[in-house]
């Protein structure tokens, strides 16, 4: 996937502007606070349908605006081209779009009925300095992460996603209220149903990316510790049935649910021990890049398509020397298969003089004040 143009109106501290990229490495700088970041997010919106900071949508409006658009203008792999939109204006407003408020995905002009139906259309895979909660958070926090990239393979396992959260929430309730007898087994036969489903494909996404990870560690750390990660979960070889049964005794007497796939895990290490604890800021960012690379190459194999690779604040904790052989990887000619890459950094110098001590060229873009210059 190519993103030929991107344009925006109000959209964080961008009034307007448009950019044409090229099909190999793009390289945003600017100082910070520039907007750098607000352009790959941008990028991220059409992929994702929401911004990979977290923060809502009303955030994203430019102070003063009343609304934001977003358009991009693809070619996926096969060779068609492809428009996506994406606006939002509060509710009673007008803007970004016509027909009142609210956020809207559009494809070539036809707009979704369900913002879901969406993710996975344009894959992308972002690597940016917020992705230490994946090693400093709580399990929650990886378990959104590996949602989000799994929904961007299978449909299914976002529609057995949402309905498990859905059926998940309602046996919560029933047990709040002190319910029981059939209406909980009728719920427990549910998120047995789509909770089996899930624990499998999570489980087999994780198993595909563990030797990339490792290799791909290998190659960025030039490092001697041994890496690994594995997917942890009270339902492999139990099935979410036996789980439930387990802990219903326990779920009616405290109006909660304690077992399932909402509990799970991926637990990341190095020389054998947490990640968390024993990695340095580096060696914990070389895993955090290794992961998304092993992320990349997975939505490729799985999807035919090839992701977008976003590099935000690509200095962020790793050396030159690091970054250097990271872009020998991900460049044309690397091991990883080549990618349309977006780069944002603050030091133009600094970013030029690693491009070229990796032999790589890039589309470069200054960015001051939510201008390009």
Partial sequence: MILRRLSLVGFKNIASGELRFSEGLNCLVGENGAGKTNVLDAIHYLSMCRSSLGGTDRQAVRHGAEFFVIEGEYTADAGHGLRVSCSFAPSGSSGGGGGGGGKKMKADGKEYERLSEHVGVVPIVMVSPADTFLISDAADERR???????????????????????????????????????????????????????????????????????????????????????????VTGRGMAAVLEAVREKDIAGGFSTGGIHRDDVVMRIGGDPLR?????????????????????????????????????????????RVERLIRLVTYGGDVPAAQIFISDCNRERLEGVLRRAGSECSLFEISGGEVL
Avoid: C
């Fill in 277 to 321: 604890r024993y990695g340095s800021q580096g060696q914990q960012k070389s895993f955090l890049v290794a992961l998304k690379l092993a992320q990349f190459v997975v939505v490729r194999e799985l999807t035919g398509e090839t992701p977008i690779l976003l590099l935000d604040d690509l200095f962020d904790k790793l050396d030159s020397g």
């Fill in 144 to 234: 959104r992460w590996l949602n989000a990239f799994i929904s961007q393979l299978d449909r299914g396992y976002l529609q057995n996603l949402v309905r498990y959260n859905a059926v998940l929430a309602e046996r919560n309730k029933l047990l709040r209220d002190g319910g029981s007898g059939e209406i909980l087994e009728v719920f427990d036969m549910q998120l047995a149903e789509h909770g089996d489903r899930i624990n499998a494909r999570r489980a087999e996404i994780v198993g595909r990316m563990v030797p990339l990870v490792a290799e791909y560690y290998a190659r960025l750390a030039d490092d001697r510790e041994e890496v690994s990660m594995n997917y942890r979960s009270e």
